[in-house]
């Protein structure tokens, strides 16, 4: 089976623009989850989506949105971008019926330069 | 206020060695605990997990133990390889909450000599 793969791999953007990244999850994998990683905050969760629904949400302001697709793709966006959104995302997928956690598989990240 | 603490950021082993990761959470709901790997400019990769009905999980030269009471896990490498060398990160996540959000420590980084 194809692993999770993630559009683009590199991205330089400057401040104020807004971005769109891309995560097609694991063939069967209805689930996908996106994180943040920085140096400094680690891995932190961003939103969930299930059936192209938004299913749980992360502690992020209003700029970080997302949308899953009928195929269970998934893209995220973050409007007016900051500094500080100079990160690694990452998307992950999983088979996740209702109410229990199942393992979570990533993609390789897109990392994001806001200059 | 960190769920999901490791404490460690750096661990040094020699090769052949056992190398013990710690982690500690502090939310009483997490039922469910993942360990990951994670290589430079890669994303994480799953190793093992371990439901809260469970004490330990076994997989190859991987066991992960858990101690619901002191709330706290970790993941034992024997023997230790070279290519075990990376960031390794213990994450967690609660049954009864909507979605599989899962909340990560910040990492060890493990270095395994020759």
């Known amino acids: 089976k194809a692993g999770v793969t993630q559009t683009p791999r590199y991205l330089i953007k400057t401040r104020g623009q807004q971005v769109t990244l891309s995560c097609s999850p694991i063939?069967?994998?209805?689930?996908v989850s996106w994180y943040q990683q920085t140096p400094g905050q680690g891995l932190q969760f961003l939103f969930e989506?299930?059936?192209?629904?938004?299913?749980n949400k992360g502690n992020f302001p209003g700029r970080f949105s997302g949308r899953q697709f009928s195929n269970s793709r998934s893209e995220m966006n973050v409007s007016t971008l900051e500094l500080g959104d100079s990160a690694l995302y990452l998307c992950?997928?999983?088979?996740?019926?209702?109410?229990?956690?199942?393992?979570?598989?990533f993609g390789p990240g897109t990392r994001l330069t806001v200059t | 206020d960190q769920q999901v603490k490791q404490n460690s950021p750096s661990l040094s082993v020699q090769e052949g060695r056992i190398s013990i990761l710690n982690c500690d959470y502090t939310?009483?709901?997490?039922?469910?605990f993942l360990w990951y790997k994670k290589y430079p400019a890669e994303g994480p990769t799953f190793l093992i997990s371990?439901?809260?009905?469970?004490d330990k999980n076994e997989d190859g030269r991987f066991t992960v133990f858990l101690n619901k009471s002191a709330k706290h896990l970790s993941l034992h490498i024997v023997p230790s390889q070279p290519g075990d060398s990376a960031v390794y990160f213990c994450?967690?996540?609660?049954?009864?909450?909507?979605?599989?959000?899962?909340?990560f420590g910040k990492g060890t980084t493990l270095s395994v000599s020759s």
């Open positions: 371990i439901s809260s009905i469970k």
């Open positions: 063939s069967g994998h209805r689930s």
């Open positions: 994450a967690a996540s609660a049954r009864s909450q909507a979605g599989t959000a899962l909340i």
């Open positions: 939310n009483s709901m997490f039922d469910y």
């Open positions: 989506y299930f059936s192209e629904t938004q299913r």
């Open positions: 992950a997928s999983s088979q996740s019926g209702q109410g229990f956690p199942y393992e979570q598989y």
